[in-house]
């Protein structure tokens, strides 16, 4: 009897340990959607694209963190709560680390790193959110321990408003950017190349702002000129050399107007612009 009863309580047992619950077709797919749009535009350096999938109360945290390189991800795993709410999407998701290996040489490696991310529904769409542990700022690209503004004690961010806009967000990038000397980037912000002849200028913009940025180059449609980046990932207390050539078209007849390159700094969207003058012609 004794033998019985054990028998018939093992269906029991494992009827307890149920498997984790298994969601709506719909509901994975657009969760899975939302994960990629976010990952793919933070590979993409278009951070402002993924503000839109952070949850109201990670956005401070996404704002201020740095904003580490990513090159590749992949989701492997999703648990999802009770409800269909609430869910741990787990990734591999490579990453562009920078370390020095001397006083004159850094190195730049890719590394693959496990991810585990929190999204919940807000709204009707799923976004990440993330709680902060103590003294960190926790990002979709790791943790920063190098914080641009302090929490309160109450959990809201000191120096930020209490909506977030794209017009407060602006506000408060360029006072972080003034604060840290940002807004004096460039060693210089007009060259002079020749009008005759190849020539190239050297332009170097030093990151003075917390956490790493992302450079884009912006250049007019000009013959013969061009402006390329010695590197576009620039983290804290870097340096990158913007290097603008110009080779005269055999077909040129006269002096080129004055020109504009700029730099833009993401994700402040701040425009840094360097003036190009073309030298007359030797006689």
């Known amino acids: ?22 969601p709506p077709p719909e509901v994975d797919r657009a969760l899975r959607a939302r994960v990629t749009g976010f990952f793919q535009a933070l590979v993409d350096a278009k951070f402002y694209d993924a503000f839109d999938y952070v949850a109201a ?6 704002f201020n963190s740095g904003k580490t390189p990513l090159k590749e991800f992949k989701i492997t795993n999703i648990k999802y709560e009770s409800g269909f709410e609430k869910a741990a999407v787990k990734l591999d998701v490579k990453r562009l680390w920078s370390f020095s290996v001397s006083a004159q040489q850094d190195t730049k490696a890719e590394v693959d790193v496990p991810m585990i991310t929190t999204w919940k529904l807000e ?25 641009l503004l302090k929490k309160n004690a109450d ?23 003034q604060q840290s000397g940002a807004d004096k980037s460039l060693d210089k912000s007009e060259i002079t190349l020749a009008a005759d002849k190849a020539s190239s200028e050297k332009v170097v913009f030093h990151n003075g702002a917390q956490g790493s940025v992302h450079l884009e180059v912006h250049a007019p449609q000009l013959p013969g000129l061009s402006a390329k980046l010695d590197k576009v990932d620039v ?21 080129p107007n004055v020109a504009s390159v700029y730099l833009v700094l993401v994700p402040f969207d701040q425009r840094y612009e360097i003036k190009v003058n073309f030298g007359a012609p030797k006689k």
Do not use: C, H
Not at 5 to 22: H, M, R
Not at 123 to 147: C, I, L
């Open 57 to 62: 109360d990670t956005k401070d945290d996404y």
């Open 155 to 177: 959990g809201t961010i000191g120096g930020l408003p209490p909506k977030l806009t794209q017009d407060t967000i602006m506000a408060a990038a360029q006072k972080i950017l």
């Open 1 to 22: 009897m004794v033998l019985r009863s054990t028998l018939l309580l093992l269906p029991l047992a494992a009827f307890a340990q149920t498997p984790d619950p298994q």
């Open 235 to 255: 983290n804290f207390e870097e340096n990158a050399t913007l290097l603008v050539s110009y080779e005269p078209p055999s077909d040129a007849a006269a002096i």
């Open 123 to 147: 709204n009707g769409k799923w976004v990440w959110s993330s709680e902060a542990p103590k003294d960190a700022w926790v990002t979709p690209v790791g943790p920063s321990d190098v914080p």
